[in-house]
């Protein structure tokens, strides 16, 4: 065998080799893949009518409770709000007048002023006092017991507007501390579900639940956002109904000592 066939032998050998080479290396051609699954809503409605019938039930009920919170507060803020403007122009009447008939009169106008209230009270039991005294006088010393009648007529006036001023604060007060705890017991009720979803599942990954979990979540976003507003809104009306209440005490010691001095007093 001569020289140039031994070279021509391994050249063509070294040409197939090369050749299965680049058959064995060469890139498959791409497969086309199904297109992706869009993702799962995420929106806040689609995650509400997406939610189960527990969680709808809790929204439904911090709704109604927030939409009743902001009914009482429009209405309490328009009534703290005549009272007192009411109950300070009564007290400049009551300084200004030379006679308590006259402020009697001025006083049926105001009705919505706790303190006008209270006067009012202590005026129709200091009426009765004095009428009795005069048809007294002529037999015997009559007793009348100082001012206490006077005092608890008016103390019966000034719980009576006192309990109407502080209603609709119940409400206030009870949305505020249990809107919380209704919206929780909807968050996790929501992501017990979402569990137990997942065990039934094919796949476990944080996808899979995920819309469950914020679902869930919404139930706890609306709970706060029922009870903040309350609390706020109960705070400033209570405290509202304190200053109205000590204007009205100190009204009352104020008429009390006038009423002793001028109509009750032992001659």
């Given at each position: 065998m001569d020289a140039k066939s031994v070279f021509t032998g391994w050249l063509t050998a070294f040409l197939w080799l090369a050749t299965a080479l680049d058959i064995a290396l060469a890139q498959p051609a791409a497969i086309p893949l199904p297109p992706a699954a869009p993702p799962?809503?995420?929106?806040?409605?689609?995650?509400?009518?997406?939610?189960?019938?527990?969680?709808?039930?809790?929204?439904?009920i911090l709704v109604g409770c927030s939409i009743g919170c902001w009914g009482i507060a429009m209405a309490k803020a328009l009534e703290m709000r005549r009272a007192a403007q009411q109950s300070l122009q009564f007290i400049d009447i009551f300084w200004d007048a030379k006679n308590?008939?006259?402020?009697?009169?001025?006083?049926?106008?105001?009705?919505?002023?706790?303190?006008?209230?209270?006067?009012?009270?202590?005026?129709?039991?200091?009426?009765?006092?004095?009428?009795?005294?005069?048809?007294?006088?002529?037999?015997?010393?009559?007793?009348?017991?100082?001012?206490?009648?006077?005092?608890?007529?008016m103390m019966k006036a000034r719980t009576q507007e006192v309990t109407r001023l502080e209603r609709g604060l119940t409400f206030l007060a009870t949305t505020s501390s249990t809107a919380p705890f209704i919206g929780l017991f909807g968050t996790v009720w929501g992501i017990m579900?979402?569990?137990?979803?997942?065990?039934?599942?094919?796949?476990?990954?944080?996808?899979?639940?995920?819309?469950?979990?914020?679902?869930?979540?919404?139930?706890?976003?609306?709970?706060?956002?029922?009870?903040?507003?309350?609390?706020?809104?109960?705070?400033?009306?209570?405290?509202?109904?304190?200053?109205?209440?000590?204007?009205?005490?100190?009204?009352?010691?104020?008429?009390l000592n006038i009423a002793e001095r001028h109509f009750l007093s032992k001659k």
């Open positions: 799962p809503q995420m929106e806040f409605w689609h995650l509400i009518w997406g939610s189960g019938w527990v969680v709808r039930l809790v929204l439904l308590l008939a006259t402020i009697q009169t001025s006083s049926t106008d105001l009705k919505d002023s706790p303190v006008a209230h209270v006067f009012r009270a202590g005026y129709q039991e200091l009426q009765r006092l004095t009428r009795g005294k005069r048809e007294e006088e002529q037999q015997q010393p009559p007793d009348f017991g100082g001012t206490e009648n006077v005092q608890r007529a579900t979402a569990f137990i979803g997942l065990s039934s599942a094919t796949s476990s990954s944080i996808q899979a639940v995920a819309p469950g979990i914020a679902e869930a979540l919404i139930a706890t976003a609306v709970g706060l956002a029922a009870a903040i507003p309350a609390v706020v809104m109960h705070n400033r009306f209570a405290r509202q109904v304190r200053v109205l209440t000590a204007d009205m005490d100190t009204f009352m010691s104020e008429f």
